[in-house]
Each structure stands twice: as C-alpha cells, then as structure tokens.
C-alpha cells in the first residue's frame, strides 16, 4: 500500500523565518494535496496539484510537485504565528482513495 | 452555506456502548467518507461512500458501521466502543476529482 511520510515531524521557528515542509511518497504520486489543521478544527484546503513540475502559491506559502522524485514541497516564506498548525498531505492510492502523511507540527514564535 | 456538519463535538463513552456520529453536508457532494486521527499516525480511512446506497471499507473498518441512505447524510455507528476507539473523528466530502471539504471533527473518548 501506498505511504505519505513528511518530515520534519515538528518544527519551531522564529517569526520572520522561512522553512520548508516535504512529503515523499512511496508510489508514484498522481496529485497531491495540502491541507492545514488548527488544534481543535477540520482541515482546511490549502492547494492541489496535479502535475509533476507544479507549482502553486498563495499569499506566503508554495507547493510544488516533484513526480520524478515522488515528492512534494510546502514552502512559507517570512513566517508569521498566523502560519502555526499541522500540515497534512494527501494523495489518492491506485483507486482514488485519499491517503495522507503524518503531519508535521508547525509553531511560530515572535 | 454550512459545508460538512458533524454531531456531536465531544463525547466520551463507557466501554461496550454503542453511539452514531452525525454527518451532513449541503454540497451536493456524491463522495463522503470518514477518517481517524490518532497522535502521530496522521488520517486513517475507516469507510468511505461514492454514492448513495453505496459504501466500502477503508484501511481500519473494524468495529465501525457505516450507511447512505441519501445524498446529505452519512453516519458512523459505532457498535460496541472500545478504549481502542478513543480518537478525533472527521468526516470528509467532495465531488469528483476536486478537494475534499472536512468537518469540524468529533473528540471521542472511550473509558
């Protein structure tokens, strides 16, 4: 079966900082998507991307799509406490069944 | 426009009950599913539906029941609650190949 691993599990930065967040996948990746959860919410839809070489931006965050590496990159630029949370990928399985990585717990500090 | 509903936000249970998590959404959407999140082991899909009157088992669909009678609801019963069961369910929708919206999710403790 497939496996989303991302890593780093956890990360703590000070504000202002930028820092990457990777998931990598253990079969061929078909898309993939981003997703944030706050503590005690749902996730929230951050970007999908569907093609290797993809890359995709909002406001201070930039995903891309590496399909030859079976990897995918969430990137924030000048991190701000707003960007604190649990970042999920996620991608389909050989039968379209969404399956997600462990998360990686983001804290920002002032 | 309330998107994924889920019922109840919290609930803690004695071993051996059994409990219905509510699940609705008003999108329309043809495929629900549900999934548990456990410390360190991300989301787990437990069952999922493409349609209603149709549903299948995900990865961890022990001790769990599902049905889909219409288009808006999809419940997960849980038949007979183990302390294995304690987690932060989510209830997740989406049409076609697009993003799935999640629910807000149900804190389960089972003593």
């Known amino acids: 079966s497939q496996e989303l691993e991302q890593s780093p599990q956890s990360l703590i930065v000070q504000e202002g900082k930028n820092l990457t967040i990777n998931c990598t996948s253990s079969k061929t990746l078909y898309g993939l998507y981003w997703y944030k959860q706050k503590y005690g919410e749902g996730l929230i839809f951050l970007m999908m991307?569907?093609?290797?070489?993809e890359e995709k931006s909002h406001e201070k965050i930039t995903a891309k799509l590496d399909e030859k590496k079976q990897q995918s990159s969430l990137h924030i630029t000048a991190s701000q406490p707003s960007h604190a949370g649990i970042y999920l990928c996620g991608a389909p399985d050989n039968t379209d069944k969404l399956i997600f990585g462990t998360g990686t717990r983001l804290q920002v500090f002032p | 426009n309330a998107g994924v509903t889920q019922t109840p936000k919290f609930q803690v249970l004695k071993t051996g009950q059994s409990m219905t998590l509510q699940c609705a959404q008003d999108m329309n959407h043809e495929y629900m599913s549900w999934y548990r999140q456990d410390p360190g082991m991300g989301l787990r899909l437990i069952h999922y539906s493409v349609g209603a009157g149709i549903t299948d088992q995900g990865e961890v669909p022990n001790g769990y029941n599902v049905s889909r009678s219409t288009t808006e609801d999809f419940p997960l019963r849980l038949l007979s609650a183990a302390p294995s069961q304690t987690s932060v369910y989510f209830c997740?929708?989406?049409?076609?190949?697009?993003?799935?919206?999640f629910g807000d999710g149900t804190r389960l403790s089972i003593l």
């Open positions: 991307l569907q093609k290797g070489g």
């Open positions: 997740a929708s989406s049409s076609g190949k697009q993003p799935q919206h």
